[in-house]
């Protein structure tokens, strides 16, 4: 049994027909490869780390052990193989980067030139081999409606010798991030977070989780245990909608709920699905991960790149406060709430021009929650790459007046403003002289200028991509993108044509 990204032992398959087999090696790999990678933190394999430990546990409590092997894929089960010979190798499909994708491929020639069979189970709604979306949602509904899997009674452990050492960062080469994490890994922890959402956090969901001042604990915040696999999707799809019934026979009974609860649990089923429809991007096209998934728009920015304006967003100090504050805040924490994730990817592919590619790879090592194929597609499609969705430009300003008005969750991160009166807190640059000394607040020495004029800026944004978007062959690929990734149901007529048939 071969633990990647799904660590737990509720709700696993692969796990459960491992153990019908017989005597079970339960492994997972530390492979430097992966560590090496432009995207990879350390505070991501932190939280590993502690979904490996409760795993170890969970696992012994059930009869058998977690082994923790360092090296190559292939190397490290061609040293068991050898030791002490692998009848099958049992695994959950992974969508992950190029990397874990190619040595999934490696894997798959050592399984087949040794005679191994190698079963590989879906651990969430993406689909191998897909050739277009028609049927997707549905597929993806009939499988979350399965019943979660309880953990096999027992596991008869293979009598080998491997190691059993949860290792820390340090004996991997790997220097710790000095970071206030407030999430944290394993199984326990996420099922504490899915009850405590949906009882008491996630009331106010739908009106709350776009605002950096309410959304940590609005959000489920269970997106890095999706990540790492500590919680199935199954299982908090089955608990949802148990909760959304329970709510509703209330609500019959005449018992009050809160006029909140159900459209925010209809808001997050919602994203349940959304969270498989962007992996499924990058299942069905790997190469999203480098590449502009529509091609029309290759040399729009790659000539254009200022590393000074780089810098100046990966250290927060743009001269736009609801930018730098939410720059500030994901470095120090590892977590944002999506809206803003939207809008410094945005200001950065649109306001300064940058490249989605770098910008993106600087996000994913502050992510704790970072998941491949979310994250590329989502970059892509804040940065008008993708040919099919609108090109949404957000306002750094705008964002300020609708959800931090009082400036609190700026003042908490960028501490040079915490003297600017609330009317200049969206943006301080405005403020006259006298104002600027009377704050503490020196524009261009304590805190600096905006790196561009929006207006402009967004203006010249527009200009170049629309001269791509108008262009007859981006209207061709945009059909092909649609029909490859689009998100949509069956059209009722062509599902009834296709019954009587």
Known sequence: MWFKRDLRVNDHEALVEAAKRGPTVALYIYEPELYEAPDFDPSHLEFVNECLRELQANLRALGSELFLEVGE?????????????????????????????????????????????WHEYRQHGVTRGLRDRDGWAARWTSLMKAPPLAPPPYIESAEVELRSTVLPLRDLELQPRNRSVFQRGGEQKAGSLLHSFLQERGERYQKEMSSPNTNIEACSRLSPHFAYGSISMRTVYHATEERRLELKA???????????????LSSFSKRLRWHCHFIQKLESQPSIEFENIA??????RENDFSQARFQAWCEGRTGYPMVDACMRSLVATGWVGFRMRAMLMSFASYHLWLHWRPTSVFLAR?????????????????????????????????????????????RSWVPELAGVPDEHIAEPHLM????????????????PAPLVEHKEAVREARSKIYS????????????????????????????????AS
Request: some cysteine.
């Open 295 to 300: 091609r029309a728009y290759d040399g729009l």
């Open 432 to 447: 006259g002289g006298l104002t600027q000394r009377q704050s503490g607040c020196i524009i261009g020495k304590d805190y």
């Open 73 to 117: 894929a292939v190397s490290i089960l061609e040293s068991i193989h050898q030791r002490f010979g692998i009848g099958a190798l049992h695994s959950h499909q992974e969508t992950g980067g190029t990397l874990s994708f190619q040595r999934d491929l490696r894997v798959k020639d050592w399984a087949s030139s040794n005679g191994i069979p």
């Open 250 to 264: 209330r609500r019959a009974e005449k018992i009050p709920i809160g006029p909140d609860w159900l459209r925010s």
């Open 468 to 499: 791509v978007r108008s262009t007859a062959a981006a209207r061709e690929e945009a059909q092909r993108v649609y029909q490859k990734h689009g998100s949509r149901r069956r059209p009722a007529r062509r599902a009834n044509k296709r019954k």
């Open 366 to 410: 502050q992510f704790i929650d970072f998941e491949p194929g979310i994250h590329y597609s989502q970059a892509q499609m804040q940065s008008g790459t993708t040919g099919i969705n609108t090109v949404r430009i957000y306002s750094p300003t705008k964002q300020v007046h609708d959800h931090d008005p009082k400036g609190a969750f700026i």
